[in-house]
């Protein structure tokens, strides 16, 4: 057994094959995802928009098959044929998950950021066994400031829960119950200082011919510009805290989803390339005009990475451009998954045409701007993730019916 970011890498007899069937990782993550609870009814929410990050503390993965099985360093592990050595066998979740999307009440649609811990098996847990019916959360959401919450238990789910809605005035008569009750508990807080922005916001009148990572930067539902979620917590006193000794935790939703909601630019184009008539265009990705300069499509590689002509480089090089090994069609059948595994090297595209799925990204490896986190978006007809080397990801179809997926990238 190898160690590598506090992981282990399981050593497969050759000739064996892991059981994927039994305890399968991905169906564990979407269980926990569909166990989520919101603080308000569920007609308060346009739930396709969910996004969820929960936080990794510790990945277990299947090591190579046939003669490389004995080689449990993924740095060394160059067999891109043998898929096995990708796959996660199992993980452990941290104490905190968060999530945000867009919420509705009346005529008001705006977003929302969920922010959950652990009442048990915690590092506060640990430090005080009885933590009471409140701790404290020190929150920072992008460039805002940083504000002190308290947060009530969930005696259902034995978490502690709060939701801040960007709702600017007086939800309440377009709540039910649940949800006014969540306000007087503060399990629901409305915070339009916070959580920014509006639906209105991307309006297509206000983002024709511009560049949108330019629009509303700070918007907390922001089409393609990451959200930085910094926080820590403590017990309701203030006198432990779970904290990475005053490092704090450093969250970021930053799944690279494009589609008709998500694109760089748009804008109409007469006569386009002299043909006749008019086209409508959206931008997706760049490394021209405006946007050469976005890395993008733009991959840094170790030393232990392929490069695009399958090369290793001892020193630090950086590929301006996406590499294609494969171009494929795929149909996800009804109730079907691609389980969880990792790219060592090649990025990857995963573009949905029918049907819809949950789709999940996240790091094998800790990253310098963030915590290790599985983040699960539904991905929706005319949009497509896009996948990094290092990342994780599987995809749920967990519809009863097919999924249609054009997919290309590179092989790891």
């Excluded at 992981?7 to 569909?34: C, I, K, M, Q, W």
């Excluded at 599985?374 to 097919?402: I, Y």
């Amino acid at each position: 057994m190898h160690i590598l970011h506090s992981d282990s890498v399981f050593h497969v007899d050759p000739g064996t094959t892991p059981d994927y069937r039994y305890d399968n990782p991905l169906l564990a993550l979407l269980r926990v995802v569909e166990q989520i609870r919101y603080a308000a009814g569920l007609e308060n929410y346009i739930l396709p928009s969910s996004q969820h990050l929960l936080s990794i503390k510790k990945l277990e993965f299947y090591g190579p098959s046939g003669g490389d099985h004995e080689q449990l360093d993924p740095r060394l592990q160059d067999n891109k044929e043998d898929f096995q050595k990708q796959n996660i066998r199992s993980f452990e979740l941290g104490s905190t998950l968060l999530t945000r999307g867009w919420a509705a009440a009346g005529e008001w649609v705006g977003p929302y950021i969920k922010a959950s811990y652990r009442g048990t098996d915690t590092p506060l847990s640990e430090a005080r066994p009885v933590l009471g019916d409140r701790i404290s959360l020190w929150l920072k959401i992008g460039d805002g400031a940083a504000v002190q919450f308290d947060v009530p238990i969930d005696r259902e789910s034995q978490r502690y829960e709060i939701e801040l809605w960007g709702h600017p005035g007086d939800p309440r008569p377009h709540l039910n119950a649940r949800g006014r009750q969540a306000l007087e508990t503060g399990a629901l807080v409305l915070a339009p200082q916070l959580v920014l922005g509006s639906l209105s916001d991307f309006d297509r009148d206000k983002i024709d011919g511009k560049n949108v990572r330019d629009i509303a930067p700070g918007h907390a539902m922001h089409p393609i510009r990451p959200l930085h979620v910094e926080l820590a917590w403590s017990d309701a006193k203030g006198e432990v805290w779970d904290s990475q000794g005053g490092r704090n935790y450093h969250f970021e939703f930053s799944m690279v989803m494009r589609g008709w909601e998500n694109f760089l630019s748009i804008g109409n184009s007469q006569q386009p390339h002299g043909g006749i008539g008019e086209l409508e265009y959206r931008n997706l990705m760049s490394n021209y005009f405006a946007h050469r300069n976005s890395m993008e499509l733009a991959r840094a590689l170790a030393p232990w990475n392929f490069d695009a002509f399958q090369v290793k480089h001892p020193d630090a090089l950086t590929e301006k451009f996406m590499a294609v090994d494969y171009i494929d069609l795929h149909i996800l059948r009804a109730n079907s998954g691609i389980g969880l595994h990792r790219h060592r090297d090649n990025q990857e595209i995963f573009l949905c045409m029918q049907g819809r799925g949950f789709m999940v990204v996240g790091d094998w490896c800790k990253m310098p701007n963030r915590e290790r986190c599985f983040e699960v978006r539904t991905l929706l007809p005319g949009h497509f993730a896009l996948l990094k080397g290092g990342n994780l990801h599987g995809l749920m179809n967990a519809t009863d019916e097919d999924m249609h997926l054009f997919m290309f990238g590179g092989y790891d």
